[in-house]
């Protein structure tokens, strides 16, 4: 079972509704990160947050806002989404690795099963 | 700018056989960390195994290893023994870090690799 557990599993919503998805993972890590995955395509960086700060927005549509209420939590709000945003979205987690650019390379990012966004 | 290429879109396997699936990486930053991942159809990404760029050893995790040439720039991963519940598509990805220690995952294309009986 996946120590990172996204909800909903599946969604269908139309162009003007606002819905939120939510990730929440128990590890004790301090930086989540949201990725969206076309099909047949791979996951592409939507945002990250370390110690409960945005650190990343990879120019992401402002219909897609992220928010990290606790070290715990990361949810996605859609709103005035738009039938090419249909997509899996996955929520990931990682540990905070530290040292120098020379510094060994450490750690895994933990991906949950993600949410499967239709939008109508 | 980091570049991971996948360039076998499909691999067929036999049952109980080894196959080598392809990566190759671009990168100029002196300290990175490669990753494979499994994607079966239910969407989660499974690790598998990882590298880092100062490893001497290559890395194994049971019937997975990574086969690290440096100088070549490649982590190809080896599958020993295939079953299948191997089948799936495997995505090669390369990490840098950002500055307060996250790290920006980029993935390759992906191979989607059929076990057979």
């Known amino acids: 079972d996946t120590e990172v557990t996204q909800t909903p599993k599946h969604l269908v919503m139309g162009m003007t509704n606002k819905k939120s998805l939510k990730c929440e993972q128990h590890?004790?890590?301090?930086?989540m990160y949201w990725y969206k995955q076309k099909a047949k395509k791979p996951p592409e960086l939507m945002f990250v947050?370390?110690?409960?700060?945005?650190?990343i927005n990879e120019s992401v549509p402002s219909r897609f806002s992220p928010e990290c209420p606790n070290s715990s939590l990361l949810n996605l709000h859609l709103h005035a989404l738009q039938p090419e945003d249909s997509a899996l979205y996955l929520c990931?987690?990682?540990?905070?690795?530290?040292?120098?650019?020379?510094?060994?390379?450490?750690?895994?990012?933990?991906f949950g099963e993600g949410s499967r966004l239709t939008v109508l | 700018a980091q570049k991971i290429t996948q360039t076998q879109p499909g691999m067929f396997v036999q049952e109980k056989e080894a196959v080598t699936l392809d990566c190759t990486y671009d990168?100029?930053?002196?300290?990175?960390?490669l990753f494979w991942y499994k994607q079966p159809s239910s969407g989660e990404m499974i690790f598998l195994i990882y590298?880092?760029?100062?490893?001497?050893q290559n890395a194994t995790e049971g019937r997975y290893s990574l086969n690290f040439q440096k100088a070549r720039k490649s982590a190809n991963l080896v599958i020993s023994a295939s079953q299948l519940g191997d089948s799936a598509m495997y995505f090669c990805?390369?990490?840098?870090?950002?500055?307060?220690?996250?790290?920006?995952?980029?993935f390759g294309t992906g191979t989607r690799l059929l076990v057979s009986p």
């Open positions: 990931a987690s990682s540990t905070l690795t530290g040292g120098g650019p020379t510094s060994p390379f450490t750690g895994e990012l933990f």
């Open positions: 990168t100029s930053d002196p300290s990175y960390g």
């Open positions: 947050y370390s110690y409960e700060k945005l650190s």
């Open positions: 590890m004790g890590h301090r930086a």
């Open positions: 590298q880092g760029s100062y490893d001497q």
């Open positions: 990805a390369m990490s840098s870090r950002g500055n307060t220690g996250f790290q920006k995952l980029v």
